[in-house]
């Protein structure tokens, strides 16, 4: 073999492997009209140094659901989207380069529909704090019927009384707690404003996002 061509051979063989592997993971489990279209779109966010598991991950979940080939890439599109959205904002609110983990944690608040000018506001209000957990508290609030700027103004309130990081899920699984009991909303929010920072901590059992942010994080890969 020329040198020339082995040299071709050796850069583009990990790329090519990448490819043969996230088409070999959506292979028969997707549509087969989708699969050139999300990888294309898993490898332009792997050059741009975005986690893409996510991406894969929701074309699996709409494989999974029997989701058309166009909606599975729209839904795709709109992550790569969220992925780039969560890593100016993480840019603008802390020092350094986010991790594939914070990126990925922060898109999918915003996914669970925390517009942007709102996670925006939140990194103005607490310089340094890790905004995924803060704005899947906020993201909790607001799936519980919290009004938006209600939710945020708690979860800024309870960051600047000195509860960071998964404290903040506490906030929110407290605040739905009250509502639990019978408080109207106000009364919830105004319950648990009143007892910062002394919230408790949430029960190992709370669900959804909540729970699944107290685990360790499962390695979002990126290029990572």
Known sequence: MKVATLLFVVAAGPIGLAAQSVRGRLQG??????????????????????????????????GAKGVSADRIVLAVRQTAGQLHDARALLRRGQAGEPSADEIASVAAALGRGVPTPLGERMASALPGEPMGPALHAVADLVGH?????SAVDLVVTAGQKGMRGLRLLDVAS???????????????????????PDVPSAPPAAPGVLNRLRRPPQGVRSPS
């Open 145 to 149: 019927g919290f009004a938006q700027d």
């Open 174 to 196: 407290a605040a739905v707690a009250e509502l639990q009991r019978g408080r109207t909303h106000a009364q919830a929010i105004a319950d648990v404003r009143g007892g910062l």
């Open 29 to 62: 489990r997707v549509p087969e009209s989708a699969i050139a279209a999300v990888d294309s779109l898993v490898r332009a966010a792997e050059m741009e140094s975005l986690p893409s598991d996510p991406l894969v991950k929701k074309a699996l979940e709409g």
